[in-house]
């Protein structure tokens, strides 16, 4: 069978696209590579949140593979020996901690300021960020060069787009995050837009390929049948999900409002699980090898209501006094959404493992505590295996304040890129970090 294969179908007069996951029909007989010897895809992502973490309850106790959690990273225990702390390392860059912390974990680099507003500045990227390196390294292997997706709405300031994106191409120029899963979900599937009127009495787009998966199913094997019923039933459930969360519009030819604030507040949990099944498939399809998840902005203002949080979380961070208690849960509730993403990529078989073993995720945030905005003893953890470029479940923790450059630049190469440098001027390294090397 060809290594990309595609159902297709029409239905309500638009062409429907069903991807399929790799098969065993697909693979050699170990399920370690493609069936004509060449490797099976790694991917390099990026999951940010903004406002950075209390280090009371997040640095780990221990290093290497013997390290244990503290409360805000224990969340992370299911997936444990596939994400690694890094600890101890610090912006080079820093004049101004939003800024820095985010344009130094993302780019390596310092911010391009554009202006100024109130008693603080404006800016922008100056170079393009980690994902879109990745991005230009994976281009034209997959549909889709990048997938950027949202999950917390935007309520922060009028600083530029440092503060509004995670994803920059360069000054200015972004990839702004989708945070409407049904659009994420129209734009995978190529059905595109519809009026609610023909949203409600169109198709599943499953049924428009039902002929093309039956003669499938007929001709693999009995694991990959049972490997293409867990994939459509993924499918369909996203399906059922979004449906069940877009209520009639109210407007004619308006779009249906995307898990719609109840009683005020965001369905923070709910976009999440969606927009990590949504991720999950297009990787698991080959849709993409670079992505993007902007939890929540830097220097958000998303109110953490899950953790008692009755304020946005950037206000908190200044106005709540120490140890900052909600602060902390509002963190910890952020883990556990990670984890959230995380086991679903572990949960998503591909060749003789799972996607997360061939993941390198950059999780990370643009300071370390809001309270005083500092840009050392910076957050970081890599995710992933990076198809076995990566150890997995180890801490490593720096001595003499290292750049973060580090850590990019080994999640970069954990995702196979060949790199040899990642950042600019005070924020340029060569050398990655070995200890988390496999």
Same mark, same amino acid.
């Given at each position: 069978?060809?290594?990309?294969?595609?159902?297709?179908?029409?239905?309500?007069?638009?062409?429907?696209?069903?991807?399929?996951?790799?098969?065993?029909?697909?693979?050699?007989?170990?399920?370690?590579?493609?069936? #004509? @010897?060449?490797?099976?895809?790694?991917?390099?992502?990026?999951?940010?949140?903004?406002?950075?973490?209390?280090?009371?309850?997040?640095?780990? #106790?221990?290093?290497?593979?013997?390290?244990?959690?503290?409360?805000?990273?224990?969340?992370?225990?299911?997936?444990?020996?596939?994400?690694?702390?890094?600890?101890?390392?610090?912006?080079?860059?820093?004049?101004?901690?939003?800024?820095? @912390?985010?344009?130094?974990?993302?780019?390596?680099?310092?911010?391009?300021?554009?202006?100024?507003?109130?008693?603080?500045?404006?800016?922008?990227?100056?170079? =393009?960020? /980690?994902?879109?390196?990745?991005?230009?390294?994976?281009?034209?292997?997959?549909?889709?060069?990048?997938?950027?997706? @949202?999950? /917390?709405?935007? !309520?922060?300031?009028?600083?530029?787009?440092?503060?509004?994106?995670?994803?920059?191409?360069?000054?200015?120029?972004?990839?702004?995050?989708?945070?409407?899963?049904?659009?994420?979900?129209?734009?995978?599937?190529?059905?595109?837009?519809?009026?609610?009127?023909?949203? +409600?009495?169109?198709?599943?787009?499953?049924?428009?390929?039902?002929?093309?998966?039956?003669?499938?199913?007929?001709?693999?094997?009995?694991? #990959?049948?049972?490997?293409?019923?867990?994939?459509?039933?993924?499918?369909?459930?996203?399906?059922?999900?979004?449906?069940?969360?877009?209520?009639?519009?109210?407007?004619? *030819?308006?779009?249906?409002?995307?898990?719609?604030?109840?009683? *005020? !507040?965001?369905?923070?949990?709910?976009?999440?699980?969606?927009?990590? #099944?949504?991720?999950?498939?297009?990787?698991?399809?080959?849709?993409?090898?670079?992505?993007?998840?902007?939890?929540?902005?830097?220097?958000?203002?998303?109110?953490?209501?899950?953790?008692?949080?009755?304020?946005?979380?950037?206000?908190? /961070?200044?106005?709540?006094?120490?140890?900052?208690?909600?602060?902390?849960?509002?963190?910890?509730?952020?883990?556990?959404?990670?984890?959230?993403?995380?086991?679903?990529?572990?949960?998503?078989?591909?060749?003789?493992?799972?996607?997360?073993?061939?993941?390198?995720?950059?999780?990370?945030?643009?300071?370390?505590? *809001?309270?005083?905005?500092?840009?050392?003893?910076? =957050?970081?953890?890599?995710?992933?295996?990076?198809?076995? !470029?990566? +150890?997995?479940?180890?801490?490593?923790?720096?001595?003499?304040?290292?750049?973060?450059?580090?850590?990019?630049?080994?999640?970069?190469? *954990?995702?196979?890129?060949?790199?040899?440098?990642?950042?600019?001027?005070?924020?340029?390294?060569?050398?990655?970090?070995?200890?988390?090397?496999?």
């Amino acid at each position: 069978m060809k290594r990309r294969t595609f159902l297709r179908g029409v239905v309500g007069g638009a062409v429907a696209t069903v991807a399929l996951p790799p098969l065993e029909a697909l693979l050699n007989t170990h399920g370690t590579a493609w069936a #004509d @010897g060449a490797e099976l895809p790694t991917r390099f992502g990026v999951w940010f949140w903004g406002n950075g973490v209390r280090r009371e309850h997040w640095l780990p #106790d221990g290093e290497g593979a013997g390290w244990q959690p503290r409360d805000e990273l224990r969340p992370l225990t299911p997936v444990r020996d596939y994400v690694s702390p890094v600890t101890g390392l610090e912006i080079k860059t820093a004049t101004h901690p939003h800024h820095s @912390g985010m344009t130094g974990i993302m780019t390596g680099a310092r911010y391009h300021q554009v202006g100024t507003t109130r008693d603080t500045i404006v800016t922008t990227f100056a170079h =393009p960020s /980690c994902d879109q390196i990745a991005a230009a390294h994976f281009e034209g292997q997959t549909p889709y060069r990048s997938l950027e997706l @949202g999950v /917390c709405r935007f !309520r922060g300031t009028d600083e530029g787009t440092t503060f509004q994106h995670l994803s920059h191409n360069g000054p200015n120029n972004v990839n702004p995050s989708e945070y409407d899963p049904r659009a994420v979900f129209d734009r995978l599937f190529g059905m595109g837009p519809t009026v609610p009127q023909v949203d +409600r009495a169109r198709r599943s787009v499953l049924d428009a390929v039902h002929g093309q998966i039956r003669a499938l199913q007929g001709k693999v094997g009995a694991r #990959d049948r049972a490997r293409l019923d867990q994939h459509f039933e993924s499918v369909r459930a996203i399906e059922l999900r979004l449906d069940a969360a877009n209520p009639v519009c109210a407007t004619p *030819g308006a779009p249906a409002a995307d898990y719609p604030d109840v009683e *005020g !507040r965001e369905q923070i949990a709910e976009r999440n699980r969606a927009m990590s #099944d949504l991720l999950a498939v297009a990787l698991a399809c080959d849709l993409t090898r670079a992505f993007s998840v902007l939890f929540s902005s830097a220097g958000s203002g998303v109110i953490v209501w899950p953790a008692g949080a009755q304020n946005g979380m950037h206000q908190m /961070c200044h106005d709540e006094a120490a140890p900052q208690p909600t602060v902390h849960r509002a963190v910890t509730f952020i883990m556990e959404q990670l984890s959230v993403f995380l086991q679903r990529l572990r949960d998503t078989p591909e060749g003789d493992g799972n996607l997360l073993d061939r993941c390198s995720i950059l999780c990370t945030t643009e300071l370390s505590e *809001g309270n005083v905005h500092s840009n050392d003893e910076f =957050p970081i953890l890599i995710a992933g295996k990076g198809g076995g !470029r990566l +150890r997995g479940g180890t801490h490593f923790r720096s001595r003499g304040s290292q750049n973060t450059s580090l850590a990019g630049l080994t999640a970069l190469r *954990g995702a196979g890129l060949p790199l040899e440098s990642f950042g600019h001027d005070a924020g340029r390294v060569t050398d990655s970090i070995g200890a988390l090397e496999a």
